[in-house]
Each structure stands twice: as structure tokens, then as C-alpha cells.
């Protein structure tokens, strides 16, 4: 019994321990990884010149995914304007964002976060990945996700605080409430 109750306690903490969530308020975690193009992308490219957007989304080619994406290519231009930049943070694989992106022609950074670390860093919740099967230009392609992240958006100022968290997000809205956002406070 004793050995148990050790266990489950180490357990606790290192499970409490990779996950933390952050609030507005909060230093955001800096992060780095592979975007849609093979790239790294940094949030330290962006720190001190822009407002980064990032938001969490549960997996690459799926209705109210494509239809957050599509809302935040639409909206790209008025977004550029209020000096932001958007990221999208899923745990797909960089093929399957490649392919997403070509199929929606998205205009901005899709990250890739199989293991779902950096959705850990900002307290998102996540559940296991999976493999969908969908059909681009007349081919079947496997999608493949290592992590599925809940909708989460948060915006990271120019001094890397969080200033916007919204743990509800509305797929179709989510670009317009962060517009409305960063144009009352820059």
C-alpha cells in the first residue's frame, strides 16, 4: 500500500509537471518547432516587434478546423494590419499541414506539435492522436496526428505576456474576436 501511494504520488507530480496552464497575465512559453513549409519557427522571431497569435486546434482537414483556418485566411490582411501574426498549432504531422494548407490556401504558418508539448506548455488539454483519411485532388491521403489539442487561441503582446485566453472558442468567430481584440489594444 505504501509503494502505491508513493507511485501515484510521483505520479501526480510528474504529470502536473508538464503541464501548466497560463493566463492572461502571464510570460508565455517560448517555444520553437516545425512549421507546414520544413522550416523552425521561433515565437523569439516575432518578440518585441509583433503581436503572435496562436491558436490550438484539434486536427487538420476536419469541418469546424477548416472553417477557424479558412476565417483567419480571409481575415489575414486586417490582421497583418493590426501588426499581429497568426500561428496554428495542431499535433498533425508536417505532411498532413502541408496538405491542409495546399487544400485551403492558407496564407499563414501551420506548426506542427505531434507530441503535443507546446499545447502542454500553455495548459491546453489534449487527447490521443488519430489517422483520418481524406481525399485532395482526386488522391486519399492519411492525415496523421500524434496529439488531438481542445480549441484553444491565446494572444502573446510584444514584451511576450499573454493579454488574450479563450478556452471557448467559436471556430467561425475566432479570427473576428481576436481582430476586435487586437484593434482596441495596440
Known amino acids: 500500500m505504501k509503494r502505491f501511494l508513493i507511485a501515484s504520488l510521483l505520479l501526480?507530480?510528474?504529470?502536473?509537471?508538464?503541464?501548466?496552464?497560463?493566463?492572461?497575465?502571464?510570460?508565455?512559453?517560448?517555444?520553437?518547432?516545425?512549421?507546414d513549409d520544413g522550416s523552425t519557427w521561433n515565437t523569439d522571431d516575432y518578440l518585441g516587434d509583433k503581436f503572435i497569435v496562436v491558436y490550438f486546434y484539434p486536427a487538420a482537414m476536419t469541418g469546424g478546423c477548416t472553417k477557424q483556418a479558412c476565417a483567419y485566411r480571409d481575415m489575414k490582411t486586417e490582421i497583418d494590419a493590426a501588426n499581429a501574426v497568426v500561428v496554428g498549432i495542431s499535433g498533425d504531422n508536417v505532411e498532413g499541414l502541408q496538405l491542409f494548407k495546399k487544400a485551403n490556401?492558407?496564407?499563414?504558418?501551420?506548426?506542427?506539435?505531434?507530441?503535443?508539448?507546446?499545447a502542454k506548455k500553455f495548459g491546453v488539454p489534449l487527447r490521443d492522436g488519430g489517422t483520418i483519411t481524406r481525399e485532395i485532388d482526386g488522391h486519399s491521403f492519411d492525415l496523421v496526428r500524434g496529439a488531438t489539442a481542445s480549441r484553444w487561441t491565446f494572444i502573446i503582446d510584444k514584451n511576450g505576456t499573454i493579454v488574450y485566453k479563450n478556452t471557448a472558442v467559436d471556430a467561425a468567430k475566432d479570427s473576428a474576436d481576436i481582430l476586435e481584440f487586437l484593434k482596441s489594444n495596440s
Do not use: R
Open 105 to 118: 490556401h492558407l496564407n499563414f504558418p501551420l506548426l506542427s506539435d505531434e507530441n503535443g508539448e507546446i
Open 12 to 35: 501526480s507530480l510528474s504529470v502536473g509537471s508538464f503541464s501548466q496552464e497560463v493566463n492572461v497575465g502571464d510570460k508565455a512559453p517560448v517555444f520553437s518547432t516545425v512549421a
